[in-house]
């Protein structure tokens, strides 16, 4: 069997972000459940009062979250998972587009929806996790690191 | 002359490796996640408004106090510690959680008493394929014709210090920046100073812990033993004095098999007692480096 001379580096980032298309696969998809919630309640209070006595819907509806905002979070969040998804195979294979800027692109997502949740989420939910967000702005500022500096000859346009 | 250009083109060579390689990415992204983690549960209590700042302040005095008094093997239960902080008796060391505490920035103290407890489990990360990685490969032998075994491990122990202390300043710069513009509970000055000097004491504590990674490296031929061996080490010797304290007293000393014993004192308020610390980290590194190298020039490649 060949060995591959793909670098380790390449590999690892890899993994991470297909661990960090999971993270943000799932709120994403929590986001758009909640956004549909919140339309359906805003439009027939009482009939969805019993259904849902959810704490974090009743803050979104306490901090008059406008659901469309809630649900293109969601959307983001799912395009930001699919592209670090497909990065994953682009890394693996040292491809160009995929791997390169398939990155970028997840990487300029990722701290996007990171800012857009401070814009956008109610007040009472982002409260304290400020540091947590300045982890999320780390991974995206280190990815780009990587793959536009150590790895640029590793995954140019063959 | 020759011999110090082979040892800054080793650290050269091993910074771009380890970068490049699966180890490195995993130490930076760990450390950093790690790091920030801490400092987020930290900063948690205020930034929710949970506490006050002076109720905060006054309870991270009392719990500062504890852990001083663990760390400084007094004698007694941890339940009793806390009672002899409060009654003054262990007068000492209430004024030095005092000192770190109200008199500089409560925030940063307490994330760099976290760190200095996580980074000796993190450090080795970034050292164990230093030698290991090589000789389970077989690429030593090729490096080996064309260099010596005494500067390919300077030159490796010297990369791997460097990737540390990048990492280390870029984690105390994220904090401070962090707490100068979101929670400016203390100025600009206090944090930049205060900031600088236990970036200074991380650094002095990197380099007993690179140094048992690269040894690890240089015993072990299989990277991911050689991990483990360093892991594994850091962490049993403070389990293994605590437990054997309460059997008997002196047992305790077993700590000082690492900086686990006197690595707190590089906050000390006094300044002779934070230089002598430092010295006995950059000591401890030493011992370690004569040993990994002694093992390196006899081994078998």
């Not at chain 2, 760099?112 to 030593?140: E, N, T, Y």
């Not at chain 2, 360093?230 to 004095?241: C, Y």
């Not at chain 2, 610390?277 to 190298?293: E, R």
Request: net charge neutral; aromatic share 8%; proline share 4%.
């Amino acid at each position: 069997m060949a060995i591959s001379d793909r670098p380790g580096g390449l590999t690892a980032l890899a993994a991470l972000n297909g661990f960090f298309a999971i993270s943000c696969g799932f709120p994403g998809l929590q986001r758009i459940l909640s956004s549909s919630r919140l339309h359906a309640h805003l439009q027939d209070p009482e009939a969805t009062a019993d259904r849902w006595s959810n704490r974090d819907l009743e803050s979104l509806i306490a901090a008059d979250v406008d659901p469309q905002q809630m649900e293109l979070l969601g959307i983001l969040g799912l395009v930001v998972a699919l592209l670090l998804a497909v990065s994953v195979w682009g890394l693996l294979k040292r491809n160009h587009w995929a791997g390169k800027w398939g990155s970028t692109l997840a990487a300029v997502g990722m701290a996007s929806i990171s800012w857009l949740a401070v814009e956008v989420l109610p007040t009472d939910l982002v409260r304290g996790v400020g540091m947590n967000l300045v982890r999320q702005m780390f991974y995206p500022l280190f990815l780009l690191i990587m793959i536009h500096g150590i790895f640029r000859k590793d995954l140019r346009l063959r | 002359m020759m011999g110090r250009w082979q040892i800054l083109l080793h650290a050269r060579n091993f910074l771009s490796q380890s970068l490049r390689s699966g180890s490195g990415v995993a130490f930076i992204v760990l450390t950093v996640t790690v790091g920030l983690g801490c400092a987020s549960l930290v900063f948690f209590p205020i930034e929710s408004e949970l506490v006050t700042a002076k109720e905060f302040k006054e309870n991270a005095a009392q719990g500062v106090g504890t852990f001083l008094a663990v760390a400084t093997l007094q004698p007694g239960k941890f339940s009793t510690l806390s009672e002899q902080i409060e009654s003054e008796e262990l007068v000492e060391l209430a004024m030095w959680g005092r000192y770190l505490v109200l008199d500089h920035p409560v925030l940063l103290s307490l994330t760099v008493m976290l760190l200095g407890l996580l980074l000796p489990v993190l450090l080795p990360l970034g050292s164990f394929a230093c030698i290991a990685g090589d000789v389970q490969h077989h690429s030593i032998r090729y490096l080996l014709p064309r260099t010596t075994r005494t500067s390919l491990l300077l030159g490796r122990l010297l990369g791997a210090l460097i990737l540390s202390w990048t990492v280390i300043t870029c984690l105390q710069g994220a904090v401070v920046m962090y707490l100068g513009i979101v929670l400016p509970l203390d100025g600009w000055g206090a944090l930049i100073t205060w900031g600088f000097q236990t970036l200074g004491a991380l650094v002095a504590l990197t380099v007993p812990y690179v140094a048992l990674g690269v040894l690890c490296s240089t015993i072990f031929r299989s990277p991911m033993v050689a991990l483990m061996g360093s892991v594994g080490f850091t962490l049993t010797v403070p389990l293994i004095a605590f437990s054997s304290r309460e059997a008997w007293e002196p047992l305790g000393n077993l700590l000082y098999l690492l900086p686990w014993g006197y690595a707190h004192h590089l906050l000390s308020p006094d300044g002779t007692v934070v230089v002598k610390t430092a010295l006995y980290c950059l000591g401890h590194g030493l011992i370690f480096t004569v040993i990994a190298l002694l093992r390196l020039r006899r081994a078998d490649l």
